[in-house]
């Protein structure tokens, strides 16, 4: 098990960019999936996007197009892009490795 971190959060506009870091207290070279969640207020956790090992990657759609997954296995860090960024993107954004590790989550606000 291993402690993630995120970073990145905060308040855009409508159409800014933001990045969110997660990094990890340990390794993850060997990891499986990780990916990122999103919960909006009154909603349930969702998938927004996942990387496996490979490099293989998958988005939900309300956000393909627009959001980039990635991971850097040297620096234990994975990242996410987000562009176009619409209100109803509003929500904490949490990091999650399978299979049973999160980061405390970070919120992003997109105003109209």
């Known amino acids: 098990q291993v402690q993630l971190v995120e970073s990145g959060g905060g308040l855009v506009q409508a159409g800014g960019s933001l990045r969110l870091s997660c990094t990890a207290s340990?390794?993850?070279?060997?990891?499986?999936?990780m990916g990122w969640f999103r919960q909006a207020p009154g909603k349930q956790r969702e998938l927004v996007a996942g990387v496996i090992g490979s490099g293989t990657t998958n988005y939900v759609d309300a956000v393909k197009g627009r959001f980039t997954i990635s991971r850097d296995n040297a620096e234990n860090t994975m990242y996410l892009q987000m562009n176009s960024l619409k209100p109803e993107d509003t929500a904490v954004y949490y990091c999650?490795?399978?299979?049973?590790?999160w980061g405390q989550g970070t919120q992003v606000t997109v105003s109209s």
């Open positions: 340990g390794s993850i070279f060997s990891r499986g999936f």
């Open positions: 999650h490795i399978a299979p049973t590790d």
